[in-house]
């Protein structure tokens, strides 16, 4: 307990400041509160008075980490359970220790993760890149190696805060891990598919692919366990992520700004294609896109993407499978989602259909416009309809 204290009160250091002691701008803020937080920890002084904003920022982001670190250590040697739960007790984290931590966490990945990722990016051929298209494999950065290093370093510090018993451990049970669960997912696949997927084209001494961060890249969105988030969400993590949760934050990385590296768009790609295979993956794609609310009608729009997302499979899946595992979890999806009264398709036409960029694209929005009656088709009646559709659409239906 009086570790756990120590930790707390050096974490809020890095985060407030004395009010006794003015600072003109946030650089001398950020610098003041180091200063302050390295006396309190008892580490060696350190000479800071050089550091630039962004310097100091990064600087906080890993004594942040840091304090997450030791605080996460403590709590899980406490198996997780806070006392909460036993009458009389007084509780190891308290509502104002919640938001600290909180506030830390989103330090360590806006100050920390985020500018050293930006730096490096730009090495790699993003996708449309004039780079990509003349050969080109990477750029020459000032100091893009040495940030590719710290980011590596911090990426498996945080992958350790979940898996601190390795990939096929089990996960701490602590607020901290329900907080990178829930708030912290894409910050967390972003650096680990930027690092861990870099393809031999363009993998150097200086930018080499970090392999062993994907075991835990994909143990994260392989999660998939129902509880009860109402109480468990303030003292324990769910140990889940739900598809709709990885679903979103793969497409977030893909339509960021600026666009990802190349490597990164298409790794995504082919890892939005597995969750999609995933149980209840093509349900998590629609509560992905369409949110949880219920609306009116379903649209247009948002039923193209859908489409064009379900179209592109991966190619190791033959027609057949296609055929026999889209449609009637298509149908299923929608009526989970949207009640029968809201699906609302009059305004689809054959000309929205071919705007669509392939075959099973276009055989996946009939299916989404026109699969509907009214009540829940059967097995057989979603494959020949969509079979129908695939067939007209070649030329081979001579039927309406």
């Not at 100091?143 to 096929?168: D, E, I, W």
Request: with cysteine; net charge neutral.
């Amino acid at each position: 307990m009086e570790e756990l204290s120590r930790c707390l009160s050096a974490g809020s250091l890095l985060i407030h400041s004395e009010k006794s002691v003015p600072a003109p701008n946030l650089r001398a803020v950020l610098l003041t509160r180091l200063t302050q937080y390295r006396t309190q920890r008892r580490l060696p002084e350190r000479d800071s008075s050089d550091f630039s904003l962004e310097q100091a920022q990064e600087e906080t982001a890993h004594e942040a980490l840091s304090v997450v670190e030791g605080i996460q250590r403590i709590l899980d040697q406490d198996d997780g359970s806070s006392k909460e739960d036993t009458p009389g007790e007084v509780p190891l984290i308290g509502t104002r220790d919640i938001s600290q931590l909180r506030t830390l966490l989103s330090i360590i990945f806006k100050w920390g993760t985020s500018p050293l990722l930006a730096h490096i990016q730009v090495v790699w051929p993003s996708r449309g890149d004039n780079h990509a298209l003349s050969g080109s494999k990477i750029l020459d950065v000032d100091n893009a190696s040495q940030s590719y290093v710290k980011l590596t370093s911090m990426t498996r510090r945080l992958l350790s805060l979940l898996f601190p018993r390795g990939v096929h451990g089990t996960m701490p049970q602590t607020l901290i891990t329900t907080t990178l669960l829930n708030r912290h997912t894409t910050d967390f696949l972003r650096p680990g598919i930027v690092l861990g997927w870099v393809p031999k084209a363009l993998s150097t001494e200086s930018f080499s692919a970090v392999d062993d961060l994907r075991p835990f890249i994909m143990r994260l969105m392989s999660m998939y366990e129902l509880c009860n988030k109402g109480f468990l969400e303030l003292i324990a993590a769910p140990l889940s992520l739900p598809p709709s949760q990885t679903i979103a934050s793969l497409g977030a990385i893909m339509s960021s700004s600026p666009p990802p590296p190349q490597h990164v768009h298409k790794s995504c790609a082919s890892l939005l294609s597995r969750q999609l295979m995933r149980p209840n993956g093509v349900r998590g794609l629609f509560a992905a896109v369409f949110g949880d609310g219920e609306s009116e009608e379903a649209p247009l729009e948002k039923l193209l993407h859908v489409a064009q997302v379900l179209g592109a499979v991966p190619s190791v899946v033959t027609a057949e499978v296609r055929l026999g595992y889209y449609p009637e979890r298509i149908i299923s999806s929608v009526i989970g989602i949207f009640p029968l009264s809201h699906l609302t398709f009059d305004r689809v036409t054959l000309s929205e259909r071919e705007g669509l960029p392939c075959l099973h694209s276009r055989s996946v929005f009939c299916t989404l416009a026109h699969g509907h009656s009214g009540r829940q088709p059967t097995t057989s009646h979603t494959r020949i309809q969509h079979a129908h559709f695939v067939a007209s659409q070649s030329g081979t239906s001579h039927h309406p």
